[in-house]
């Protein structure tokens, strides 16, 4: 589908805003690689052969039968008797020496007896955000070869709960302000297009609702309904939508008297044809320059209610719950240094990003 004179235009403008546009592509890196955190840091392999057939441990489930054990429970592939059953085929005598069944399969043959070798595929990291750390010493431990960013006080890897907490509170803000923006947006183009009364209530109504202490209210929810990720990205939601009214009501209630909107009026073209077609397009850099607030915000209620243990379940890949850690682990710095560095170029490569659109929508800016 071809664009359009002015989206070429703007296109070409976020283009040439070298900040917004390189922080474009390094946050698209980022997130991208962190959707494919099951490949990149996991206790389970990314493919099993045995006995000639392939497996996928990343996506099902496998009991240790499966691979000639005799545990009807998940495989626990990191340990070697179970390492040694794929690798060797499943002989009974992995149970009884396993590290010299693995070196002698190595050449194929075990015991005088020529076996069909299988092999594992590891991630780069081999914990998942879950995994507790089989390693000596008190929690948390220090970064070294194994644990590139330590262990928290828990003895998970602290760089396996980045990847995927990053992807997590990325999802969670693009979902809550796609949805909350939408709300709001059309809250205030009906507020400011129609005015009036309803425009009177609505005003009343958001006056009371934004008097409303939001952090406490989702901590009583969530003390009635339980803590869950959607459960969160509901309430937020509920909260949220709000942000972006004022400004959109503005935009319409100058823009609604103007001699297009006039004669769009006349034509007979109706009200939200006018509204979303005409109208909102002028509204949008108005609207854009509250956005990156409206991202960093997010983000921030997230790391704030997980901060306080009110926000998702202490096992989820909370960056919020790693803040919380370094809080309470002062002799532990990587952890602290870890949780602010994430959040800074985060957030950093997000409000360039968003700025660069904001500028790329202004008629009035161009860039060389």
């Known amino acids: 589908m071809a664009l359009s004179p002015l989206n070429r235009r703007r296109l070409r403008n976020f283009r040439r805003n070298s900040r917004a546009f ?6 698209s890196v980022l997130f991208g690689l962190s959707l494919f955190a099951e490949f990149i840091a996991n206790d389970k392999p990314i493919l099993v052969k045995y006995q000639g057939e392939l497996y996928m441990p990343v996506f099902n489930f496998y009991p240790e039968t499966a691979f000639g054990g005799d ?9 070697e008797d179970v390492q040694c ?6 002989l009974e005598e992995c149970w009884d020496d396993p590290e010299g069944l693995l070196t002698d399969a190595e050449d194929g043959v075990v015991a005088g007896e020529q076996i069909d070798k299988g092999w594992l595929v ?17 929690a948390p431990s220090a970064p070294d070869g194994n644990n590139l960013l330590g262990t928290d006080d828990t003895k998970r890897d602290v760089l396996a709960r980045v990847i995927y907490g990053f992807r997590l509170s990325i999802v969670y803000t693009i979902i809550v302000t796609s949805v909350a923006s939408v709300i709001g947006v059309i809250a205030g183009a009906l507020q400011g297009f129609f005015g009036g009364w309803l425009d009177l209530i609505f005003q009343r109504f958001l006056e009371i609702w934004g008097a409303m202490p939001s952090i406490y209210v989702i901590i009583i929810l969530f003390a009635i309904l339980g803590r869950g990720f959607w459960i969160l990205v509901g309430i937020t939601i509920l909260f949220g939508w709000p942000a972006l009214v004022g400004v959109v009501r503005a935009e319409f209630l100058r823009a609604r008297n103007f001699e297009y909107v006039r004669a769009a009026r006349a034509l007979g073209v109706s009200n939200w044809t006018i509204m979303f077609r005409h109208m909102l397009p002028n509204a949008m850099v108005a609207t854009l320059t509250f956005l990156p607030f409206i991202i960093t915000g997010t983000i921030g209620t997230l ?3 997980d901060f306080l243990g009110f926000g998702l379940p202490s096992s989820s890949p909370s960056l919020g719950e790693l803040t919380l850690q370094a809080k309470q682990n002062l002799q532990a710095p990587w952890l602290g240094f870890t949780a602010f560095f994430v959040y800074a170029i985060m957030l950093s490569l997000l409000v360039f990003i968003f700025e660069g659109v904001r500028d790329a929508f202004d008629p009035r800016k161009t860039f060389q």
Do not use: N
Request: glycine share 8%; hydrophobic share 55%; no cysteine.
């Open 303 to 305: 790391a704030t209610l």
């Open 71 to 79: 545990l009807p429970i998940e495989a626990a592939y990191a340990y």
């Open 22 to 27: 390189w922080s474009l592509i390094i946050f």
């Open 122 to 138: 590891w991630p780069l990291i081999p914990y998942s955000y879950r995994t507790v750390v089989d390693i000596p010493g008190a």
């Open 85 to 90: 059953l794929i690798v060797t085929g499943g």
